[in-house]
């Protein structure tokens, strides 16, 4: 069982910039990858970023490419998510993510408890 404690939300006016933290409870060299999803009010969680444990390669929403960026700390096993140029739309619940893949196809999703980040016009 993998826990995910997120810290680093906040509210921020649009254009300023806000540093997501996700502490994982175990290396994350176990874990195959992880990401940030967000969920704003009356719409679906969908994938921010996410970052590939073998390799370190990484996959960015069109909404955030350029502005955002995950990055990793081995030692620490945490990731974070770099949020410049924030916009109003930017407004949402930010949740961390880890997924094991096994064989056999198992794969066993972690999430955290989320934070929120808000961003004023």
């Known amino acids: 069982q993998v826990q995910l404690v997120e810290s680093g939300g906040g509210l921020v006016q649009a254009g300023g910039s806000l540093r997501l933290s996700c502490a994982a409870s175990?290396?994350?060299?176990?874990?195959?990858?992880m990401g940030w999803y967000r969920q704003a009010p009356g719409k679906q969680r969908e994938l921010v970023a996410l970052?590939?444990?073998?390799?370190?390669?990484?996959h960015y929403a069109d909404s955030v490419k350029g502005r955002f960026t995950i990055s990793r700390d081995n030692a620490k096993n945490t990731v974070y998510l770099q949020m410049n140029s924030l916009k109003p739309e930017d407004t949402a619940v930010y949740y961390c993510?880890?997924?094991?893949?096994?064989?056999?196809?198992?794969?066993?999703?972690?999430w955290g408890q989320g934070t929120q980040v808000t961003v004023s016009s």
């Open positions: 993510h880890a997924v094991i893949f096994l064989s056999a196809g198992r794969r066993y999703d972690y």
């Open positions: 175990e290396s994350i060299f176990s874990i195959s990858s």
């Open positions: 970052i590939i444990s073998n390799g370190g390669s990484t």
